[in-house]
């Protein structure tokens, strides 16, 4: 944000943008850019902003409006995918298996169409996203902000792997990024998994099934209760869903395993510190 003492650098910026483009940069015009853009970034960034505009050869031909300012940061953030390219993303959301990377917009979006969805009206759900989608990227875009990219993460922990990788790849994420979103390598065995916390208290233990997966686990069984519908029976269940059963229920028992391990380590710790 900018502040009130940088209001002379913030006007000596666009009287130095003004000669570039040969006018004078009236006071009203000054008063306007800093009513809508003095709440939404600082001097630096205003300043790499205008630099891009110069730099750029459709837009840098006009001298620069307030919107051509918030459309250099979007593009210096990576730009937005189109509704048909977010509706893409969004689809593999659905999938409790699988690990999406999706800006904040398409989770709200998806979020406001899953009714439809769940109803099993897909048509309707891809209008609902795009509508929802469309509303939510015209604000944020108004308010100055820009797409945050994150992964939505699901139970199947290769597709996790490699959607992480082509997330960091296509520069939506940072490895470092990736890392503090992905639970750390698991140890073979519950010991294993455990031994970091029995020297050092602040030590995280990474659960095996994450918060989101379970959510949308839970979800599907309310809408399957709502509907009538229950899950294939084991004996007329494809090879690949007994798989994919068997693969939850072993993420689970473990995540039950890791929490036991606490709670007996919890017990333990006082009697060890005491002693």
């Not at 790499?48 to 919107?67: I, K, T, W």
Request: with cysteine; glycine share 6%.
């Amino acid at each position: 944000m900018l502040c009130d003492h940088e209001r002379q650098a913030f006007s000596d910026l666009l009287d130095e943008i003004g000669e570039q483009y040969g006018r004078t940069v009236s006071g009203g015009v000054k008063i306007t850019w800093w009513r809508l853009l003095s709440s939404r970034l600082d001097l630096a960034t205003l300043h790499a902003a205008l630099d891009r505009h110069l730099l750029d050869r459709e837009r840098g031909r006009f001298f620069p409006q307030p919107s051509d300012v918030l459309a250099m940061l979007e593009q210096a953030h990576g730009q937005r995918p189109t509704a048909d390219e977010a509706w893409a993303l969004a689809l593999d959301t659905f999938d409790e298996a699988a690990t999406v990377c999706v800006t904040d917009e398409i989770l709200a979006a998806v979020s406001a169409s899953a009714p439809v969805w769940n109803s099993g009206d897909t048509v309707g759900a891809r209008m609902a996203f795009k509508a929802a989608y469309g509303r939510l990227v015209s604000e944020g875009r108004a308010s100055g902000q820009t797409p945050r990219w994150q992964l939505s993460l699901g139970w199947d922990a290769e597709r996790r792997t490699v959607a992480a990788q082509d997330a960091v790849r296509s520069g939506r994420l940072t490895a470092q990024q990736v890392r503090a979103q992905l639970p750390a390598p698991r140890a073979e065995g519950l010991p294993a998994m455990v031994a970091g916390a029995l020297t050092d208290r602040n030590t995280v233990i990474a659960l095996p099934l994450e918060a989101d997966a379970v959510t949308r686990q839970r979800m599907r069984a309310l809408r399957e209760a709502i509907t009538g519908r229950s899950a294939p029976a084991a004996a007329t269940a494809t090879p690949a869903a007994l798989d994919a059963a068997a693969e939850r229920q072993r993420f689970a028992q473990r995540k039950q395993q890791a929490l036991d391990a606490l709670e007996r380590l919890a017990a333990q710790k006082p009697v060890q510190e005491s002693a």
